[in-house]
């Protein structure tokens, strides 16, 4: 699976997880195609995310303006935890910033609003900036 795949399929899997409190296998299960078998980047980034949540929430708080993050739409909010889960911890993937910023900013185009990808774009930055 492609690491852009593999993104878009973490972002379905932690929305559902967000959104119906399900555990994160059965997450992953539910956005597997019957033919696809687990992926390990899909794994990794769930993970992740799930296990440093709060610690990438905080960073992605500490960068809204006029926001809180319980507002920010569900699909947002989960682009911004994979790319900053990226930046921030996933230098043993062999991330450049700038590709994690990208990517998120791609997938916001297909699963967020016509706004989506800019204050995507604009929050990533700033946690960019500021390391």
């Given at each position: 699976m492609k690491r852009r795949t593999a993104r878009e399929k973490a972002l379905q899997a932690l929305f559902q997880i967000d959104v119906s409190d399900i555990d994160k296998d059965t997450a992953i299960e539910h956005v597997l195609e019957e033919?696809?078998?687990?992926?390990?980047?899909?794994?990794?980034?769930?993970?992740?995310?799930?296990?440093?949540?709060?610690?990438?929430?905080?960073?992605?708080?500490?960068?809204?303006?006029?926001?809180?993050?319980?507002?920010?739409?569900?699909?947002?909010?989960?682009?911004?935890?994979?790319?900053?889960?990226?930046?921030?911890?996933?230098?043993?993937?062999?991330?450049?910033?700038?590709?994690?910023?990208?990517?998120?900013?791609?997938?916001?185009?297909?699963?967020?609003?016509?706004?989506?990808?800019?204050?995507?774009?604009?929050?990533?930055?700033?946690?960019?900036?500021?390391?």
């Amino acid at each position: 699976m492609k690491r852009r795949t593999a993104r878009e399929k973490a972002l379905q899997a932690l929305f559902q997880i967000d959104v119906s409190d399900i555990d994160k296998d059965t997450a992953i299960e539910h956005v597997l195609e019957e033919e696809e078998k687990k992926d390990p980047y899909l794994t990794k980034l769930v993970d992740g995310v799930l296990s440093h949540q709060t610690s990438i929430d905080e960073q992605i708080k500490s960068y809204l303006e006029n926001w809180t993050i319980e507002r920010i739409a569900n699909v947002d909010r989960n682009i911004l935890r994979i790319a900053a889960y990226e930046i921030l911890y996933g230098q043993d993937a062999d991330v450049p910033t700038n590709v994690a910023i990208d990517e998120a900013v791609e997938i916001a185009k297909v699963f967020g609003d016509e706004k989506s990808s800019k204050f995507i774009n604009g929050v990533l930055s700033k946690i960019k900036n500021n390391l």
